[in-house]
């Protein structure tokens, strides 16, 4: 297998219920992103991990937590969202962050319903 | 911040029509990266072209960094073009890939 993958591909979930997005990168990479894709919005940066270490958080609310156990694995913890959270979520890998000419190589995202 | 404003935001052509679409930017950018969403939402990279001109197949893409902005050619399209197309730059300011709003193409059979 190669490439970015993601799991599940989509997910339905009420505002109590907890659950979580994962993400595994096979490219060797170093640096692990989540973006959020809602409709008519260009792409959000949410987090970034570099070498398991988190770099940056776009000031994205409390109730969304990453979890980056090594650099080829990236979770995203979801509990108590709000409809408004409905999206696709995109995980994306590169070999470094904050490197102006690193190429991101997305996954095929997660589309979420939140009811 | 910078702005990424792309047009047209939407285009639709028959197959076999040629089609550019264009990504206008605000401020000096260090990368530039044209993508190609499928309607099942995966992100391909197509070109890293901060300045210049590349080409691959059907696809071609230039940018003109002194002027900010930069084209994307699709010539001879092809039903598998549909999707949305992304432009994404990178700058010294905001330290990250930020996005254009899209161009979504549909080529009609």
């Known amino acids: 297998e190669t490439g970015v993958t993601q799991t599940p591909r989509h997910l339905v979930m009420g505002m109590t219920n907890k659950k979580s997005l994962k993400c595994e990168q096979h490219?060797?990479?170093?640096?692990m992103y989540w973006y959020k894709q809602s409709a008519k919005k260009p792409l959000e940066l949410m987090f970034v991990?570099?070498?398991?270490?988190?770099?940056e958080n776009n000031s994205v609310p409390s109730r969304f937590s990453p979890e980056c156990p090594n650099s080829s694995h990236l979770f995203l913890h979801l509990h108590t969202l709000q409809p408004e959270d409905s999206a696709l979520y995109l995980c994306?890998?590169?070999?470094?962050?904050?490197?102006?000419?690193?190429?991101?190589?997305f996954g095929p995202g997660t589309r979420l319903l939140v009811l | 911040g910078i702005q990424v404003e792309q047009s047209p935001p939407d285009l639709i052509l028959q197959e076999g029509a040629n089609s550019t679409l264009r990504c206008n930017f605000s401020?000096?950018?260090?990368?530039l990266q044209w993508f190609h969403q499928n309607p099942w939402g995966q992100l391909i990279n197509l070109f890293y072209?901060?300045?210049g001109t590349k080409q691959n197949g059907r696809l071609s893409a230039t940018t003109v960094a002194t002027e900010r902005y930069s084209l994307l050619y699709i010539s001879s399209s092809q039903t598998t073009d549909s999707g949305v197309y992304f432009c994404?730059?990178?700058?010294?300011?905001?330290?990250?890939?930020?996005f254009g709003q899209g161009t979504r193409l549909t080529i009609n059979p």
């Open positions: 072209i901060p300045s």
């Open positions: 401020d000096s950018v260090n990368n």
């Open positions: 994404a730059v990178w700058t010294q300011g905001a330290q990250k890939l930020v």
């Open positions: 991990y570099n070498f398991k270490e988190q770099t």
């Open positions: 994306a890998s590169s070999s470094l962050a904050g490197g102006y000419q690193e190429t991101q190589y």
């Open positions: 490219l060797g990479h170093n640096a």
